[in-house]
């Protein structure tokens, strides 16, 4: 029964992925307006809502973010770094898993531009206040999304922010405003 998991794990990741690579993109990998993303973040996090928790575990781990992903978002230096350090020990040291209940049915996401945050429009008012203290760091045209896993009809559950498509993936900065306290 093992081998069965780890031959079916591979080609579930691979179905779970599929609408990133049919995104119609810019040059640095992004798909071409919010609401493509909006849609693509929405039919990727399903995913988790009908996985066994194991298979959420692999799929959170996949959202771990590379040196060239941190690079694309963010423009400081000396906050790549960290948020690699970061985003490293949160993934690989504290194991970071998406929670999802078995009653959860239903995603809610918000979408916001860095110009949103900026501004104080859009969907950038659902996003924590501490979420906007990154902004200044995030490079101009970035998209964020945050997102809930709920049962319909219940506003509770589990929220993350800090999803952003790039370099043709989902990766996933869980409160990254935390490395901005050794700043």
Known sequence: ????KYYFLPILLALSFWNCENAVEDANNHPVNESTQ???ARDFLSVFLK????????????LQPKRADIEAIFIDTAIQNEI??????LFKKEKFNIKCFPDYN????????????????????EFPSSFFKIIPFLKKKTVVHRFKLVQEGY????S????????????????VWKILDDF
């Open 84 to 89: 690699l350090d970061y985003t490293e020990r």
């Open 38 to 40: 909006t849609a693509l």
């Open 155 to 158: 506003p509770a559950g589990a």
């Open 160 to 175: 993350y922010e800090g999803l952003f498509y790039i370099n043709g993936r989902w990766v996933l900065f869980p409160k």
């Open 51 to 62: 996985s066994s928790h194991g298979t959420r575990q692999t799929l959170s781990k996949a």
């Open 1 to 4: 029964m093992k081998s069965i």
């Open 106 to 125: 239903q995603v809610l996401i918000w979408t916001a531009s860095v110009e949103d945050f900026e501004t104080g429009t859009g969907d950038a008012i």
